[in-house]
T-cell receptor
Framework: AQSVTQPDIHITVSEGASLELRCNYSYGATPYLFWYVQSPGQGLQLLLKYFSGDTLVQGIKGFEAEFKRSQSSFNLRKPSVHWSDAAEYFCAVAGSYIPTFGRGTSLIVHP | EAQVTQNPRYLITVTGKKLTVTCSQNMNHEYMSWYRQDPGLGLRQIYYSMNVEVTDKGDVPEGYKVSRKEKRNFPLILESPSPNQTSLYFC???????????FGDGTRLSIL
């Protein structure tokens, strides 16, 4: 069975600081991996995806993520956080045609 | 505009009164699913459908029903709602289950 772990429930950063959100997955083969963002009162929006190829993927809003097979990780990064990035972030894996989501990480941005 | 539309957005009702949350997508997607979101538990899948007339249980199907008579619609039915079904519900669609999903804006249900 596939699973996703987001070890950080909350992350607090200052505006302009760098960000890394952690995601670890469990799946027997090469998975399809996703990061989604949920702003307050809205549905989830896709930030980026990894299917194959280059392990560093670029997404929208200046986000990127790196797939590391040896660590079963797909961490999300942004070099400089903006106040508008405050939201809930979900990592997801889809290795068996049915996606599984992590429990989410809430990002708090201090001015 | 590509979108997934859920209705209603908000609903307060009482225990035992049947309700239906509608979901419609205009992207001709094969795969549709329902999730509930609860604090600290993330998104949990209730039911999914890989195509018309094909539905299957997700992780938390108890107390819910779905149907997929047309490709674009995937209603969620609560035959006898109970307070533990108070939650935020999302409908999503995609080309297939392993592709990026498009989410609706959510339906907040309160069962008193």
């Amino acid at each position: 069975a596939q699973s996703v772990t987001q070890p950080d429930i909350h992350i607090t950063v200052s505006e302009g600081a760098s960000l890394e959100l952690r995601c670890n997955y469990s799946y027997g083969a090469t998975p399809y991996l996703f990061w989604y963002v949920q702003s307050p009162g809205q549905g989830l929006q896709l930030l980026l995806k990894y299917f194959s190829g280059d392990t560093l993927v670029q997404g929208i809003k200046g986000f990127e993520a790196e797939f590391k097979r040896s660590q079963s990780s797909f961490n999300l990064r942004k070099p400089s956080v903006h106040w508008s990035d405050a939201a809930e972030y979900f990592c997801a894996v889809a290795g068996s045609y049915i996606p599984t989501f992590g429990r989410g990480t809430s990002l708090i941005v201090h001015p | 505009e590509a979108q997934v539309t859920q209705n209603p957005r908000y609903l307060i009702t009482v225990t035992g009164k049947k309700l239906t949350v509608t979901c419609s997508q205009n992207m001709n997607h094969e795969y549709m699913s329902w999730y509930r979101q609860d604090p600290g538990l993330g998104l949990r899948q209730i039911y999914y459908s890989m195509n018309v007339e094909v539905t299957d249980k997700g992780d938390v199907p108890e107390g819910y029903k779905v149907s997929r008579k047309e490709k674009r619609n995937f209603p969620l039915i609560l035959e006898s709602p109970s307070p533990n079904q108070t939650s935020l519900y999302f409908c999503a669609s995609s080309l297939s289950g392993d592709q990026p999903q498009h989410f609706g804006d959510g339906t907040r249900l309160s069962i008193l």
